[in-house]
């Protein structure tokens, strides 16, 4: 009888060790009110060079606590808003919204991230990895399987993260890839052929922040 007690006892512990060690979701929030975010995207036609900016980019990053992105996949969505989009000419602006990517019906451009690759998927305090990301990129109303590169830099919090987070981790998300318009059925009229690029370079600088989560 000693003995089953025993047994029972040592399995109960195992049980509860490893309930302990399961690892719980953390989620890191994209959406910095101070407008210190960036996404930018640069068309570089025959005759013009035309730079467009915004700082409204959300979304979330949903990664356990072990911090290792091989232990349980992912989950990453990022949305930009495309009406806030600024080429420094207000009139190129109306045409860049209204004639080509026609906000007012599609006002957001979104990413959400279906697998990730990488040679090392343990973040580590200060330490930048490089990710291969496949996912659903959707713009226009059309959503195309994209391949983008994403380096992601995590960093625990400290008084360094205070210089832009009052509490709490942070996640740098950068990336820099192209999208083709003609795949998002994105019409370039004759007359402005040579004035807008169909293969747009697009650079994102991002920081999350699991403050509202780690409580």
Known sequence: MKHHLIILLTFTLLFLVKVNAIAKPVT????????RDNVSFTSDAPIELIVGRT????????IDDSLDLKQDKPKVQFDVDLESIDTGIPLRNEHMKDNFLETKKFPKASFIVSNVTSSDYKLKDAKPIELATKGDFTIHGITV?????????????SDF???RFE???VIRIQSSFEVKLSDYKIKRPEAIFQKLADKVFVTVDAYANNH???N
């Open 28 to 35: 890191f929030i994209v959406k910095d009110e101070s407008g």
């Open 55 to 62: 700082t409204k980019i959300t979304g979330e990053v949903i």
């Open 145 to 157: 399987k994209e391949d983008i590169p994403v380096k992601v830099t995590y960093f625990k919090e």
């Open 161 to 163: 993260t205070h210089n």
């Open 167 to 169: 509490h709490g981790d």
């Open 212 to 214: 509202a989560t780690k």
